[in-house]
């Protein structure tokens, strides 16, 4: 498996910004598909945004145009820029890595948006 942490969560009033990012612990990450999940209380997960080998992308309806995901091969990072936040992107955001015959699950961070 492919050990993954998230970091960069908190507490953000409306309109306000974050930045996750998603540090892997081998270097096959350069040979995975990246993704952000998020998962609301009560709610079922789902996917926010992810990014391909080559670094195409695709995003949830609900956040496009306001979230960019992006990575850094070099260092083994995938990050999820956030701006424009509301209450409703509220959740636990958990990284996800796919390929190589993996797919591994971060802890999850928590992102709060609220006045």
């Known amino acids: 498996q492919v050990q993954l942490v998230e970091s960069g969560g908190g507490l953000v009033q409306p309109g306000g910004s974050l930045r996750l990012s998603c540090a892997a612990s081998r270097s096959l990450f350069s040979a995975m598909q990246m993704g952000w999940y998020r998962q609301a209380p009560g709610k079922q997960r789902e996917l926010v945004a992810r990014?391909?080998?080559?670094?195409?992308?695709n995003y949830a309806d609900s956040v496009k145009g306001r979230f960019t995901i992006s990575r850094d091969n070099a260092k083994n990072t995938v990050y999820l820029e956030m701006n424009s936040l509301k209450p409703e992107d509220t959740a636990v955001y958990y990284c996800?890595?796919?390929?190589?015959?993996?797919?591994?699950w971060g802890q999850g961070t928590q992102v709060t948006v609220s006045s």
């Open positions: 996800n890595a796919l390929g190589a015959g993996l797919n591994s």
């Open positions: 990014i391909t080998i080559s670094g195409h992308t």
